[in-house]
C-alpha cells in the first residue's frame, strides 16, 4: 500500500529556516501530484505547496511563494520543502499529501488528495 511519511519538524525563532521531507513508498509508478498543506491549531487545512513529480513542476500559496522551496531526490521518491525566513503565522502541522495525477489548478484542494502522511509539527516563535 502507499505510504506517506513526513520528517523534519522542529522548533525555530521567526527569521529561521526549516527543511521538511516527505518520503513516499508502494507507489508503481511518479505520475503524482504531492503537496504539503498546514493546518495551525483550531485553524483549517490550508494548501502550502505542491509539485508534479514527472516534471518538477511547482505551485505555491502565495503566502510563502519566495521563502519556500520545493525539491526532489533523483529518485523522485522524497519531496523535500526548504522553508526560510519562517514567521510565525507558519507555525502548524503539516502533511504532505499525493494523488496520482497532475497537480493542476485544484492542488490547493484537500478533498482532491487520497494519500496523507501523519503530519510533523512546525513551530515559529517571535
Known amino acids: 500500500h502507499v505510504q506517506l511519511v513526513e520528517s523534519g519538524g522542529g522548533s525555530v525563532q521567526a527569521g529561521g529556516s526549516l527543511i521538511l521531507s516527505c518520503a513516499a513508498s508502494?507507489?508503481?509508478?511518479?505520475?503524482?501530484?504531492m503537496a504539503w498543506f498546514r493546518q495551525a491549531k483550531g485553524g483549517e487545512r490550508e494548501a502550502v505547496a505542491a509539485?508534479?513529480?514527472?516534471?518538477?513542476?511547482?505551485g505555491y500559496a502565495g503566502s510563502v511563494q519566495g521563502r519556500f522551496k520545493l525539491s526532489q531526490d533523483y529518485t523522485q521518491s522524497t519531496v523535500y520543502l526548504q522553508m526560510r525566513s519562517l514567521k510565525p503565522e507558519d507555525t502548524g502541522m503539516y502533511f504532505c499529501a499525493a494523488r496520482p495525477d497532475l497537480c493542476g489548478g485544484t492542488w490547493g484542494r484537500t478533498s482532491s488528495f487520497q494519500t496523507w502522511g501523519q503530519g510533523t509539527q512546525v513551530t515559529v516563535s517571535s
Open positions: 509539485i508534479y513529480i514527472p516534471n518538477g513542476s511547482t
Open positions: 508502494g507507489y508503481t509508478d511518479n505520475d503524482r501530484c
